[in-house]
């Protein structure tokens, strides 16, 4: 099992992988990214001019429940419980690679209500795919970011903005091997 690792306020060293609540960035931190998978179930979010990357073999999962009992996304569950990344404050530069998730960087979870936040100004780069399919992945202000990799796999994608815009290049087709939790009966 994923050691817990709770919540991070200020990041400005290298985290290892593991299950975490509430991750914040400070304005100007960056936060580097040991490979592997990391199960989320808190807001990761960006302060201003802030950078979270990884040299690769990075998986974000982002579920619901707590960091002590995580669990799947339910139907009944809304936006703001579980699991979600707010970066667009900062920048983000991850590449994909955890063991069993080799191509994606980003995963929600299949019944994740949470939007994807996400902004290009400072040369956002996602390498690997984007899996989010009942999210909202949104863009603001004049972001271009690029997913290198993808496929990229969402509710709806909107940029808000004066030329705000993504890239996808070399998308590829991908599934995923495995779940990340437990297996286990649903019905």
Excluded at 27 to 33: A, F, K, M
Excluded at 158 to 186: E, F, H, K, Q, W
């Amino acid at each position: 099992p994923a050691q817990v690792r709770g919540n991070v306020a200020g990041c400005n060293a290298t985290i290892q992988p593991g299950v975490y609540g509430n991750v914040s960035l400070g304005n100007n931190d960056t936060c580097t990214l040991a490979p592997g998978l990391y199960v989320i179930t808190g807001l990761w979010q960006e302060g201003n001019h802030s950078l979270l990357k990884s040299s690769g073999g990075v998986t974000l999962y982002f579920t619901c429940g707590t960091t002590a009992a995580v669990r799947a996304c339910l139907d009944t569950d809304v936006a703001g419980t579980g699991g979600r990344l707010d970066a667009k404050n900062g920048a983000l530069s991850i590449a994909a690679g955890a063991p069993g998730y080799t191509g994606f960087a980003i995963i929600y979870d299949r019944k994740n209500p949470n939007a994807l936040e996400l902004q290009g100004n400072g040369g956002t780069e996602v390498t690997g795919g984007i899996y989010a399919p009942n999210a909202a992945m949104t863009f603001n202000g004049t972001s271009k970011f690029g997913v290198d990799g993808g496929p990229v796999v969402v509710r709806s994608a909107d940029g808000v903005g004066n030329g705000s815009g993504i890239s996808v290049t070399n998308a590829t087709s991908t599934s995923l091997t495995s779940d990340p939790s437990p297996a286990s009966l649903d019905r």
